[in-house]
C-alpha cells in the first residue's frame, strides 16, 4: 500500500509539473502582431469551429441570460471573426463568406432585434444598426462589388447617417440612443464606423458627417481622462458618467477605423490610465487608477479591479494599433489563465462555460483595421511582468518536488530514511526488509 501512495505522489507531482510547464510556455504565446496571416488563421479556425457547435447548440440563448446582448454578440463576433479569416487567406473567402452571412441572417431577424426599441431612430437603435451595419458592411468589402448585400447596406448606412444629422443639427450631440432614454458613446462609434466603411464601399461622400462627428465627439469627452465618457445623457450628449474600460475598449476599436490618429492617441491615454496595478497581471482595469468600485451588468464581475472582458477586446486593439508589448502581454495573460483545451478540432477557454468569452477572444487575435491609416503605438508592459508567475510555480513546484523525492527515496533524502529505518531495527537483517516487514516483528522471536 505504501509503494502504492509513493508512486501516485510522484506521478501526481509529475503531472503538476507537467501543467506548470504549459503555463509558462502559453505566457509566451506569440501574439498577432508575431504571427503570419496563415498562422493567424490556423489559430483561428478551432476556435471558430467550437463557437460554431456551441451556437448550434443554442448558446446564444444562455449567453443572453447573463447580459442584454448576449445573443447578439455570439453570433455577430463570430460572423465578424470570419471575415477576417476570409480576408487573410483566399482558400477560406468562400467559406468565411457563407459563415457570415449565415451570421448576418441571425442577427437580421426576429431574434436579432428582440430586445431592441423599433421605435428608435435609426430603427432599433444605434447599437442594433451600427453592429448589423458593420458586419453587412463586412460581407461586402470581402465578396467585392457584386455582393446582394450591396443595396441593404446603403440603405441602412443611409438611414444610420440620416440620424446622426437630425442629432447633430438639432442637439448638437453626436450621440445616438440604444435603449430608450439610454446613450452610450461606444455605441455611436461603432455606428459612424459603419457608416464611413460603408460610403467607401458604395461610393458615397461621409467625410463632412464624419469630421462633424468627431468634433462634437471632442467637446463631450470625460474631463478626468480626457477620453470619451461610459454614459451620456440622450439629448445633449454631455457625460453623465467617466471613461470606463468595458465602453472604451469598442471606442478604441472603431475609433481605429474612422481616425487612426485619434484613436492612437486616446489609446496611449487609455493605457496610462488603465493599464493593471495587479503583479503579473497585465490586464485592464474596469476605472481608471485610483477609482476602485465594483463590477456591474456592463462590465460583470471584476476581480482586484480588472475587467476580463475588457481586457480580451483590449487585445484587438493593441493588434490594430500595432501595440507589440501590450499585445503580447495581452496574449500571453489570455493563454496562461483562460486554461484553453483543444481537442477534436475545438479551441476552448475555461472549459467552454462562456462561449460567448471564447468569441470576444477569437474577434481581437484576429483582428485587422478595415479602413484608415497604418499607426503604430508601444504602451505595453516588458517581458517582467510574467515574473510572478515564475515565482508563484517555483513556491509551489518547490515542496511538491521535495515530497516525490522523499516518496520516492532518492537519495539524499531516501537514504536518511534507510538510515533511520536500521537505527531502529534490532536484527540489522531486518533493515533490507520492505518496510511492512520490518514494522511487524515476529512475534515469536
Known amino acids: 500500500m505504501r509503494r502504492l501512495v509513493r508512486s501516485l505522489t510522484v506521478l501526481l507531482v509529475v503531472a503538476f509539473t507537467g501543467l506548470a510547464v504549459i503555463e509558462v510556455s502559453r505566457l509566451h504565446t506569440s501574439s498577432p502582431l508575431a504571427r503570419t496571416d496563415a498562422e493567424i488563421v490556423a489559430d483561428a479556425l478551432p476556435r471558430l469551429a467550437f463557437q460554431r457547435a456551441a451556437l448550434d447548440g443554442g448558446s446564444a440563448v444562455r449567453m443572453q441570460h447573463l447580459f442584454p446582448e448576449g445573443w447578439f454578440f455570439s453570433y455577430t463576433l463570430y460572423g465578424l471573426t470570419w471575415l477576417d479569416v476570409g480576408a487573410r487567406s483566399a482558400q477560406l473567402k468562400d467559406r468565411a463568406l457563407a459563415e457570415a452571412r449565415w451570421a448576418l441572417s441571425h442577427v437580421d431577424s426576429d431574434d436579432g432585434r428582440a430586445v431592441f426599441d423599433a421605435s428608435l431612430e435609426p430603427a432599433y437603435g444605434v447599437f442594433y444598426q451600427g453592429w448589423a451595419t458593420w458586419l453587412r458592411g463586412g460581407v461586402v468589402?470581402?465578396?467585392?462589388?457584386?455582393?446582394?448585400?450591396?443595396?441593404?447596406?446603403?440603405?441602412d448606412a443611409d438611414a444610420l447617417a440620416g440620424a446622426f444629422r437630425r442629432q447633430l443639427d438639432t442637439t448638437g450631440s453626436p450621440f445616438l440612443t440604444a435603449y430608450p432614454g439610454q446613450a452610450w458613446p461606444c455605441d455611436s462609434a461603432v455606428g459612424i464606423a459603419a457608416v464611413r466603411l460603408a460610403g467607401t464601399l458604395t461610393g458615397t461622400d461621409r467625410a463632412g458627417l464624419v469630421r462633424d462627428w468627431l468634433a462634437a465627439a471632442d467637446t463631450r469627452r470625460d474631463p478626468a481622462t480626457g477620453l470619451l465618457p461610459h454614459t451620456v445623457d440622450p439629448s445633449t450628449g454631455q457625460p453623465t458618467s467617466g471613461a470606463r474600460a468595458t465602453s472604451q475598449v469598442m471606442v478604441l476599436r472603431f475609433l481605429r477605423e474612422v481616425d487612426p490618429a485619434a484613436g492612437a492617441r486616446d489609446w496611449a491615454v487609455f493605457r496610462e490610465r488603465f493599464a493593471s496595478t495587479v503583479p503579473g497581471a497585465p490586464g485592464v482595469r474596469e476605472h481608471p487608477q485610483g477609482v476602485d468600485l465594483a463590477g456591474d451588468v456592463d462590465s460583470g464581475p471584476l476581480i482586484r479591479g480588472l475587467s476580463t472582458s475588457a481586457s480580451a477586446v483590449a487585445l484587438g486593439d493593441a493588434v490594430v494599433y500595432g501595440d507589440r508589448e501590450a499585445a503580447?502581454?495581452?496574449?500571453?495573460?489570455?493563454?496562461?489563465?483562460?486554461?484553453?483545451?483543444?481537442?477534436?478540432?475545438?479551441?476552448?477557454?475555461?472549459?467552454?462555460?462562456?462561449p460567448v468569452g471564447d468569441a470576444f477572444l477569437a474577434w481581437s487575435l484576429a483582428a485587422r483595421p478595415w479602413t484608415g491609416g497604418d499607426v503604430t503605438a508601444a504602451t505595453g508592459p516588458s517581458w517582467t511582468w510574467r515574473l510572478p508567475w515564475y515565482a508563484g510555480l517555483t513556491a509551489l513546484l518547490a515542496p511538491a518536488w521535495l515530497l516525490a523525492l522523499v516518496a520516492a527515496r532518492i537519495a539524499p533524502f531516501g537514504r536518511a530514511r534507510r538510515r533511520h529505518a536500521q537505527a531502529r531495527s534490532a536484527d540489522p537483517a531486518?533493515?533490507?526488509?520492505?518496510?511492512a516487514e520490518v514494522t511487524a516483528p515476529d512475534p515469536g522471536r
Open 141 to 155: 468589402a470581402l465578396a467585392g462589388p457584386g455582393a446582394p448585400e450591396r443595396d441593404r447596406l446603403a440603405a
Open 328 to 354: 503580447a502581454a495581452l496574449t500571453g495573460l489570455a493563454e496562461a489563465a483562460g486554461l484553453a483545451v483543444q481537442w477534436d478540432g475545438e479551441r476552448r477557454y475555461l472549459g467552454g462555460a462562456l
Open 430 to 435: 531486518d533493515a533490507e526488509l520492505p518496510d
